[in-house]
């Protein structure tokens, strides 16, 4: 859910309604000042009247890396150096000026950095007037002869004007000139030679078709911002013996009338039009008067001593020239007491505090402080100015922030379309000032964008229009009836000399009866000819009445058609209108359902994403497992296939050794069944035994035809293959001949992977105690083979038995070969060829010791 926007409050539909499709881009013009020096570097150069052309200087190209960057930038006019307050007058204020006459406000605000010639641009300099004195100048020469005379418009706290009639205004007049210090300043007074030259302009304009038939009154006032807080500078403070007293050090003072002026503040009217309340407006009648109200705040305005500008203007300040008209009543004689008549405009000249950075400035304390309030409110302008273009060029309603700072809010409906907005940029191409001025092209280039709503046209109040000469030079209709007879006797013959000379003069009568009788002659010729020439215009006059009713009854017919066609287009356009709705509300259904899809689409979409990522993650965990259980089979399938070998081999050997018995067997039977018999001699002691060697009985060899057997020894093979040869610490060493030997071999007492990883055989010396009491030695012998876990596995191939006995005794063994016992001790016999197939496996990491694990098959009894 979106956040809660607050909305600029708007302006009434009806002056909003006819500006909508019209607007115009804010005119942003360029004046580049003169360098101070011949020999200074220029950095700014003037490519025509509409561009210019910004080069790095010298030192930031080497502080930049040797970076060498040309920037353009346009505006609708540039003026160059050699450019004077005339022409620059003419291109910029005299429109504005004269929109101001004809009842649209306007805007005029000069921009740029501390001593770039912004206040030299809007006041001027003495003998060279301004941009101010010369709208002063325009507007007197243009309603000079038209103004009402003073306090007949009255100006209130409701940021509208109050009219009074003539009686109530010659009051006033009396009662403001028997004031001890009067605030209107008077035209009779000289002009102070101060500013004298300044507002001496040689060049004569004026306004072209001005109203006639209204009164002008136009106040002034002069206000500025300082540390965000507005002041008027032209109000009176009054020296007030209760208040505190504080000067510029902020410390009390004991003897002195000054006073701290307060802070005013911004109001809206009931138009939303938003104005300074309490402010100071006086009425002036000529330019002299009215610079004098300016020079008077001028000397109040804040400006100081800094490292750039000898006189920095630390405040932005406004001079606001009101012009009050009003139309004449039907006589043409006085004004209007209608206040809904009353038309107001106003033209702001603004001349904006300049662009500094503290390091360059070396500000410290109260001007530290105000150079960031400065920067801020213009880094505020120029974000409302992003803000704006922003919603202009894509659509968007974001909020413009007004109300950051008192300089934007105070001029916010002229941005909204309450007149035309202009600004002059003015630079100072010396290299020092490189930085601040590409920061104030791009603020211009920025401002180029935005659009303003065009002002409407003024409401014609319904009167007839030249009445005010009309009116004067009009004497009545006794004045018309003696004119007409004055020319018609001059048609008449003169009259003769009416002079009697004496009693008995026959002539003057008798001439003065002719002369009178030709008179009415004349006269009665006239009436006759004037007669017929009545009745002629009265005939022309009755055909034009008939021509003009037959002309009223044709547009009367045309009218009543058209009225016709209207109300069936407007009929149309109701139904036009009904349809339109109801195919925005199915639109906008349309849309809430293509909205729900489009979720509904995601929705599936992502859970199409998770179901498809977890298939292939158990795709992937199927893959790993068939891979594992791959290896896993392959691996098992290996061990028994060993594991089936070595018991196949087994089993032969087994059934040898059964085979090879029963033929010892037979053998030994046939001799018993063959010798004679003769007397058991008695067994000597194992003493005698060992002193005595009893001769061998020689043993058969084996079948022919049987199987051969597997060969135990294969030193042919293994002579070069290294042996671990584990001999534990528990064995005994033995007396025999016979001792084991095996060359280049590894004796450990405990198996350990750093042997085993080293030799290719194995052979461990294994002790156990025989049936007969006599220690047996074995040599169990296998080979080594890496494991798939990164260790070593010994494969148990081979067993040789070495045992010391009496050669009188019963059972005959030999280390390669033994008799088949009686009575189940086969089993017993036969039994160790079963275990030399083991197999020891030592895992990676483990120390090979007791821990082995056998992997051959089980021990299994006999029935």
Excluded at 234 to 245: N, Q, Y
Excluded at 532 to 555: C, H, P, R, S, W
Aim: hydrophobic share 30%; charged share 30%.
């Amino acid at each position: 859910m979106k956040p809660a926007r607050t909305k600029t409050p708007r302006k009434p539909v009806l002056k909003k309604g006819s500006q909508t499709s019209f607007k115009d881009p804010v005119g942003v013009y360029c004046r580049v000042r003169p360098l101070s020096f011949p020999d200074q570097e220029c950095c700014i150069e003037v490519i025509n009247n509409t561009t210019v052309q910004l080069h790095t200087p010298e030192g930031y190209r080497l502080n930049r890396n040797g970076d060498y960057k040309e920037t353009q930038y346009s505006f609708k006019q540039v003026f160059g150096p050699h450019t004077n307050q005339k022409e620059l007058f003419d291109v910029v204020a005299n429109p504005l000026v004269d929109d101001l006459i004809h009842g649209k406000n306007g805007l005029l605000f000069t921009y740029g950095v501390t001593g770039s010639g912004k206040t030299h641009t809007m006041t001027g300099s003495p003998g060279v007037g301004g941009l101010l004195p010369r709208c002063l100048h325009m507007i007197f020469n243009s309603i000079g002869s038209f103004q009402a005379k003073r306090y007949v418009f009255k100006s209130n706290d409701r940021n509208s004007m109050d009219i009074q009639c003539e009686v109530d205004a010659l009051l006033e007049r009396q009662k403001r000139e028997a004031m001890p210090n009067p605030k209107t300043p008077s035209s009779k007074r000289q002009v102070d030679p101060e500013f004298a030259d300044m507002i001496n302009v040689q060049e004569f304009c004026k306004a072209e078709e001005v109203d006639e038939d209204s009164v002008y009154g136009l106040f002034v006032s002069y206000i500025e911002i300082y540390n965000n807080y507005i002041y008027d500078l032209l109000e009176e403070v009054p020296f007030d013996p209760i208040k505190p007293k504080w000067n510029s050090c902020s410390t009390p003072m004991r003897n002195t009338d000054f006073v701290p002026p307060q802070s005013k503040l911004l109001r809206e009217d009931k138009n939303h039009n938003m104005y300074i309340a309490g402010c100071t407006e006086v009425e002036v009648k000529s330019t002299e008067e009215a610079f004098e109200v300016f020079w008077r705040g001028q000397k109040r305005r804040r400006i100081a001593n800094t490292h750039l500008n000898r006189e920095s203007s630390r405040s932005h300040t406004v001079f606001n020239i009101k012009l009050v008209q009003a139309p004449l009543d039907a006589d043409g004689d006085n004004v209007l007491q209608e206040k809904e008549q009353i038309t107001i405009s106003q033209l702001s000249l603004v001349d904006l505090a300049g662009s500094e950075r503290t390091n360059r400035t070396k500000a410290e304390g109260n001007r530290l402080r105000e150079a960031g309030n400065i920067n801020q409110s213009l880094m505020t302008l120029r974000t409302c100015m992003e803000v704006l273009r922003e919603n202009q060029t894509y659509g968007t309603n974001k909020m413009v922030p007004y109300r950051d700072s008192k300089l934007t809010h105070l001029f916010k409906n002229y941005f909204d379309g309450e007149g035309k907005v202009r600004m002059i940029v003015c630079v100072n191409p010396k290299a020092e000032d490189y930085e601040e001025s590409l920061q104030v092209m791009r603020f211009a280039e920025v401002t180029q964008e935005v659009e303003v709503a065009r002002p409407v046209d003024k409401a014609i109040c319904g009167l007839t229009p030249g009445r005010r000469y009309r009116n004067h030079t009009r004497a009545g209709p006794v004045g018309d009836e003696l004119l007409v007879t004055e020319v018609v006797l001059q048609n008449f013959p003169p009259l003769p000399s009416c002079e009697i000379l004496g009693v008995n003069d026959e002539q003057t009568l008798p001439r003065l009866i002719e002369a009178l009788e030709r008179r009415h002659q004349l006269r009665q010729m006239m009436i006759e000819e004037f007669n017929k020439q009545a009745m002629t215009f009265k005939v022309l006059l009755q055909e034009f009445d008939n021509g003009v009713v037959n002309k009223e009854n044709y547009i009367q017919g045309k009218l009543n058609e058209k009225e016709k066609v209207i109300s069936g287009q407007k009929l149309e356009i109701e139904r036009l209108e009904k349809k339109n709705k109801t195919l925005e509300y199915k639109i906008e259904i349309l849309e809430k359902t293509t909205t729900i899809y489009e979720e509904d689409k995601r929705n599936l979409q992502q859970e199409l994403e998770t179901q498809n990522q977890k298939l292939q993650r158990q795709f992937s965990d199927k893959r790993r497992l068939e891979a594992r259980l791959q290896g896993m089979v392959t691996e098992t399938t290996m061990k028994w296939e060993k594991e089936c070998e070595r018991r196949v081999a087994a089993k032969q050997m087994e059934m040898q050794n059964k085979l090879w018995v029963k033929d010892e067997k037979l053998k030994q039977l046939k001799a018993i069944v063959t010798e004679p018999k003769a007397e058991k001699p008695e067994r000597p002691s194992r003493e005698r035994d060992r002193d005595k060697a009893t001769p061998r009985s020689v043993s058969p060899s084996p079948i022919p035809n049987a199987p051969p057997l597997r060969l135990r020894h294969r030193r042919s093979r293994s002579a070069g293959d290294r042996w671990v040869d584990h001999k534990p610490a528990s064995n005994v060493q033995t007396e025999t001949v016979m001792q084991p030997h095996v060359p280049h071999a590894i004796t450990v007492s405990v198996a350990n992977e750093k042997a085993l990883a080293k030799c290719e055989k194995y052979m461990l010396t294994h002790q156990e105690l025989a049936s007969d009491g006599e220690i047996e030695t074995k040599l169990i012998k296998g080979d080594v083979y890496k494991t798939r876990g990164g260790g070593q596995s010994v494969q148990f191939t081979d067993i040789e038995t070495l045992k010391q006995e009496s050669p009188t005794g019963r059972k005959r063994r030999s280390s390669t070969v033994s008799p088949t016992q009686p009575d189940g001790a086969e089993s017993e016999w036969t039994d160790v060829e079963t275990r030399c197939s083991v197999a020891v496996e030592m895992r990676a990491g483990s120390q090979l010791g007791p821990g082995y694990q056998h992997h051959a098959q089980p021990k299994r009894k006999k029935p």
